[in-house]
């Protein structure tokens, strides 16, 4: 009887070992996956510090990178948060989104808002004459979407979790009172970063006054989320690079911004009368 317990407590003894041996090479298995993908994906993340943008940095002429207006448009958000009022979006969540919202250059690279637009015959901003709204180059705008959405799909693929590609998506949909904030201080960047810059992308592209506020009507339009902040920042770094000469003004155009036209509030022809 003791022979036949020794022989079963010798079995379960070497089931044990079996099942230790098993549980650590599959353990050392599934670490190893989940450890190069994260390693190699912060590996190419890293390389968004060579990501160069087109506006300057300072007036010396070194353009900003990809890492930098992440990191800008974080602490601006986060600056900026408690003057969201009356409906303030969940501030860590916008912080997620800014952290992420531009990684996929790493591999598509950047592509400015005022390459996607079409140009007039003397070179600045197409605005449409009926409705002074922007004309888009649609084709640019498509082919700055597939580039992203490859590189989404190979940076986020190495990740074991879908987690920071739902968040990609999320500020891309701009469904979300989060995704429109975090879109709205992405956008004030560059026009902060033109204002300490001496309007180096504003000269670059032939910005107008017109056509900069005709992309700001286009953003208000798409994102009705945001609160009035976002729109008045936007109009007040216009009108400093307008009065410094930066960016062109046609004064009649004055004339259809303040007036009244359809799906214009009179809030926003009270707030245009702060930069005249």
Known sequence: MAELLLKQDMAQLELDHLQAVFDAKFHTLI???FVDGILTFLGHVKELIKVERTVD???NGRKENSAEHSWHAALFLLVLHPYLRPDPPNLLQCLRLLIVHDIVEVFAGDTPLLS?????ADGTIAVDSATQEVVMDQ???DNKVQN???AAARLFGLLPTATLRSLW???EARATTEAQHAKGVDKLCPLLQNYV???SDYKAFQSTFDGEVALRERFIKKNTLVQPIIADLWLSLLEQARNSGWIQWHFLHALFWLGPRPGRTAAQMTSATIWL
């Not at 996607?116 to 007039?120: D, K």
């Open 31 to 33: 670490s190893s996956l």
């Open 57 to 59: 940095v300072v007036t």
């Open 116 to 120: 996607t637009v079409q140009r007039a």
């Open 139 to 141: 084709s640019a705008v």
């Open 148 to 150: 992203e959405l490859s």
């Open 169 to 171: 998506d999320e500020f």
């Open 197 to 199: 810059s001496d309007g």
